[in-house]
């Protein structure tokens, strides 16, 4: 079990995991919703998409918990015309790259359906997608493609980074919104711990939120990087360096009030993201604050995320192909300070994996 994170103080807290805290809301998801169906590779398996289905075909049936065949787009297909018919399917990508074979699917109907027809049919659609790395997964089992589907509109892209974030934003989809959303889930948040209030009330996903407030730069940052950034920002604190988080959240609704408003305070931005940094969601922060509040800065926007490059097989070679808590450390000691010469005590360099989970292997 990982490091257990507060990211807001809660009364009565509780220690939820990011895994259980997906099982508890597709479990309850089925329990109060008889129109919700779960389907995709992986969902009736012992390993039950990494354990976020456990069981449910057992307590719900697998006419509602429906295992599928190798054939993506088929099932995404299914899981369109579903939702047309009047269901709420949640359909799971056990890599967000397997998707890739449903993009007309996704694409050319999910997202346009509404507007083609002038709002008389609507696609309240669930897609799970898993992105993280492990080791051995190699170049088509490790991207990060949450900008691709943002940039498309009738689709909403959301990334919960903690166990409440999953908790509150579920629920309240499968209420209350009639589109079809992506959610992508980090594979190294599964087994970390979060404290999370007794009860969660559901709250709309569609924002950006302020974890931790600062004074010295903005981050703005997604998924699993939004824990990375409160690491660094502790780490930084004993140096007088004050930091700011800003957790996007959803990369097709970016918060561009909170954002502007961080940084015209801090005058320095630090953004993170899962993926490559070009044409992504780095570059649409970046296109924000240029075009509402250029003279907030104080010193040149820096950007983290994945090298440029397809990922490498090897462990040795992945290690150095993501950021890690040492260089996000780093980089805001030298935003904050103007030099590299900071003389600011780092993180030891180390694998961005060993904060989160150790793998052994592929898969």
Not at 281 to 292: G, I, K, Q, S, Y
Request: overall charge neutral; hydrophobic content about 45%; aromatic content about 6%.
């Amino acid at each position: 079990m990982g490091v257990a994170y507060q990211v807001r103080p809660h009364a009565a807290p509780a220690v939820v995991t990011y895994r259980d805290a997906l099982l508890r809301t597709m479990r309850d998801a089925l329990a109060a919703h008889p129109h919700v169906v779960i389907l995709g590779q992986g969902v009736d398996d012992h390993k039950a998409v990494f354990g976020t289905t456990l069981g449910l075909a057992e307590a719900f049936g697998k006419d509602r918990v429906i295992e599928t065949p190798i054939a993506e787009e088929g099932t995404t297909g299914i899981a369109v015309g579903a939702a047309l018919g009047g269901l709420y399917p949640i359909a799971t990508h056990i890599r967000v790259d397997f998707a890739m074979l449903a993009m007309n699917q996704i694409v050319n109907l999910a997202a346009k359906y509404r507007y083609m027809f002038g709002g008389r049919f609507a696609v309240p659609l669930l897609l799970r997608l898993v992105i993280g790395r492990g080791w051995g997964q190699g170049a088509q089992h490790s991207q990060s493609l949450q900008s691709l589907f943002a940039h498309v509109p009738g689709l909403d892209v959301i990334m919960p980074a903690t166990a409440e974030a999953v908790l509150s934003a579920y629920p309240w989809l499968i209420a209350h919104h009639r589109g079809p959303v992506l959610s992508i889930e980090h594979r190294l948040l599964y087994d970390v711990a979060f404290r999370v209030p007794a009860a969660v009330p559901p709250a709309s996903p569609f924002r950006s939120t302020l974890v931790r407030p600062g004074t010295h730069a903005t981050v703005v940052a997604t998924s699993l990087m939004v824990l990375d950034a409160l690491r660094a920002a502790e780490h930084l604190a004993p140096a007088g360096i004050d930091v700011e988080v800003v957790d996007l959240n959803c990369p097709t609704r970016p918060d561009a009030a909170l954002i502007v408003e961080s940084v015209a305070k801090t005058g320095r931005l630090l953004v993170l993201d899962t993926s490559w940094q070009a044409y992504g969601v780095c570059a649409e922060v970046c296109r924000l604050v240029a075009e509402r509040a250029p003279q907030a800065l104080r010193a040149p926007v820096v950007t983290m995320g994945m090298a440029p490059a397809p990922c490498p097989t090897g462990k040795s070679l992945e290690d150095r192909y993501y950021p890690t808590l040492h260089r996000v450390t780093d980089a805001l000691a030298r935003l904050v300070t103007g030099t590299a010469a900071h003389g600011i005590a780092l993180p030891p360099e180390a694998s961005q994996t060993e904060s989160y989970k150790r793998f052994r292997g592929p898969f």
